[in-house]
């Protein structure tokens, strides 16, 4: 990970508030970095897909670990 | 980035029927929408500084009640005095414990993303409430703003 990459960790919040959450810290990064999200809500896996096709964020990886969903996006240009 | 927008019309202002507006906004301003928020009738109560909503029972057989509270008490149980108060505690304390936003917090994210809100002049004539009791971050309006808004966007609900 770069300098300019960052995690968020949206553990235990539902819907809407990871995508918002993901979203704020987007904002503060600079393009083609990377934002890696763990989240416990189901439905953010459809969520985060969505949400990158509607965004221009790309959605590099989306899986699940131990009952937990990680995320990686790419902030778009 | 999208340059979509949506309005809504939120008329409801009871704790449950709070949700769907605030969610929808704020989430829609997270993907770019530009977002108009139009509240009517009870729905202005959402605008509240002193946000101070309640859920009923009353006459919502859809609502689940915890404890299998809806087998011991009958329809009418619904309406004993106080069982509003407990619904509501119950129902907070649930939000709470899921990691489901409060309605405040969703507004406070509503305004932070530019969201548009307008309250229904004729609503507060109507109801003689005063202005100086909801936020400022309002413009009022009637029927024809509102429609100046949803005439040019993508997706218009009612709520």
């Known amino acids: 990970m770069s300098d300019n990459d960052q995690e968020l960790d949206a553990r235990g919040l539902n819907c809407p508030l990871p995508i918002l959450r993901a979203k704020k810290t987007l904002n503060g990064m600079g393009a083609g970095a990377l934002l890696k999200i763990i989240a416990t809500d189901p439905g953010s896996v459809k969520d985060f897909q969505a949400f990158a096709t509607q965004t221009g964020n790309e959605l590099m990886s989306s899986s699940e670990e131990n009952g937990e969903f990680h995320f990686l996006l790419k902030k778009g240009g | ?159």
């Not at chain 2, 993907?31 to 859920?55: A, E, H, R």
Request: proline share 5%.
């Open chain 2, 1 to 159: 980035m999208t340059d979509k927008s949506m309005t809504i019309i939120a008329t409801k202002g009871t704790l449950d029927w709070a949700y769907p507006p605030f969610i929808l906004s704020s989430t829609a301003a997270a993907l770019g929408y530009n977002v108009t928020m139009f509240f009517t009738f009870y729905g202005l109560q959402l605008l509240k500084k002193d946000l101070n909503l309640s859920v009923s029972p009353l006459g919502n057989p859809g609502m689940p009640m915890p404890m299998s509270m809806d087998k011991w008490f009958p329809v009418l149980g619904t309406a004993i005095p106080g069982m509003q108060a407990m619904m509501t505690g119950m129902m907070k304390n649930t939000i709470k414990s899921k990691g489901v936003a409060s309605v405040a917090e969703l507004r406070d994210l509503c305004i932070e993303a530019d969201v548009k809100m307008i309250g229904c002049q004729m609503t507060i004539d109507l109801f003689d409430l005063n202005q100086q009791d909801l936020i400022d971050e309002i413009d009022l309006g009637g029927a024809a703003t509102y429609l100046d808004h949803a005439g040019g966007s993508d997706i218009n609900l009612f709520i």
